[in-house]
């Protein structure tokens, strides 16, 4: 079999078009002033606003929030992303990329989630293997194994939709990854996933390994993943644990339109989701990812 034809028959499609998605790019939202906008456009309510405060006291005082008052935890995914947008805007986040969770049948379960969940890197929170994360610095750290793609171009929103297999010739590279991910909501309880989304899905940190060569005759699905910490195996995946493919995630982001503010761009890094669950940071630790043939990513937490 030709690599190409290898390449194709490694992608299990899961269609995920914008209407089949049940996101919000397929349809419009009725703002508070009566006009109709795609859901991140619109201007925020009292209690959105009350929310972004919180967390953007949260992100500039290293604050974690205990308790969010039962009034302002988003009842509606499209609240949850404009809360999400208006804090990253109003910290001036230079968007670097982006962060897809609940990509896998036991995250979904575990976040309480009935879909993915998207959120925005900072650029200068993207760093490459081996890399030092201060401890201090970040805000209940948990840790990920993930395959992460570069984009080529930028990808205008097609009313079809992307397949995973169309997106091939638009990436530019693909890593092996380690997400660390963070949140400013406190992890002694159980947080709603719409809370959670507004909380930037719990975006923190890209580590990035060297870019794959060849990375299209890889069988990402049937690629093992695990990941060690201080010399210790502590959890273990596929490629096929994100949606079937990695490529099927960064399918369902390309057909969601401006979800979480604006279309994917050249440049952009989009990490899509976990191989391994979720495993704690501890301070001093150093964790290892290992792709097998495609890499290793290290990074230790001082």
């Excluded at 989630?113 to 994360?133: E, K």
């Excluded at 899905?201 to 069988?219: F, M, N, T």
Aim: proline letters at 7%; glycine letters at 8%.
């Amino acid at each position: 079999m030709r690599n190409e034809e290898r390449r194709r028959a490694s992608i299990s499609p899961i269609e995920v078009r914008p209407a089949e998605a049940g996101g919000i790019a397929s349809r419009l939202a009725i703002c508070d002033d009566g006009t109709e906008m795609s859901p991140p456009k619109c201007s925020l309510s009292p209690s959105e606003e009350a929310l972004v405060a919180l967390l953007l006291d949260a992100h500039r005082n290293r604050r974690l929030i205990d308790q969010v008052p039962a009034h302002l935890v988003p009842t509606e995914e499209a609240s949850a992303y404009r809360v999400a947008n208006a804090v990253s805007d109003r910290l001036g986040m230079d968007i670097g990329g982006w962060k897809i969770g609940a990509t896998a049948a036991n995250n979904l379960q575990e976040l309480g989630a009935a879909r993915p969940i998207v959120g925005r890197v900072p650029r200068r929170n993207i760093v490459h293997s081996p890399a030092q994360l201060s401890y201090d610095s970040l805000m209940t750290p948990v840790q990920e194994c993930e395959f992460a793609f570069e984009l080529a171009e930028d990808l205008e929103r097609r009313p079809s939709g992307w397949t995973a297999a169309e997106l091939v010739p638009k990436i530019r590279a693909m890593y092996p990854a380690i997400e660390v991910g963070e949140r400013r909501l406190s992890r002694n309880s159980t947080v709603p996933i719409l809370l959670l989304i507004a909380d930037n899905s719990a975006a923190g940190h890209l580590v990035l390994g060297a870019p794959v060569d060849h990375w299209q005759d890889h069988d990402i699905a049937q690629s093992a993943v695990s990941l060690r910490i201080d010399d210790v195996d502590v959890a273990a995946g596929f490629g096929r644990d994100v949606l079937g493919h990695p490529l099927n995630a960064l399918a369902w982001l390309a057909n969601q339109g401006d979800l979480a503010g604006r279309p994917l761009m050249e440049g952009d890094i989009v990490s899509t989701g976990s191989c391994t669950g979720m495993k704690p940071v501890g301070r001093g630790s150093m964790s290892t990812a290992d792709f097998g043939p495609m890499g290793r990513v290290e990074v230790s937490f001082a």
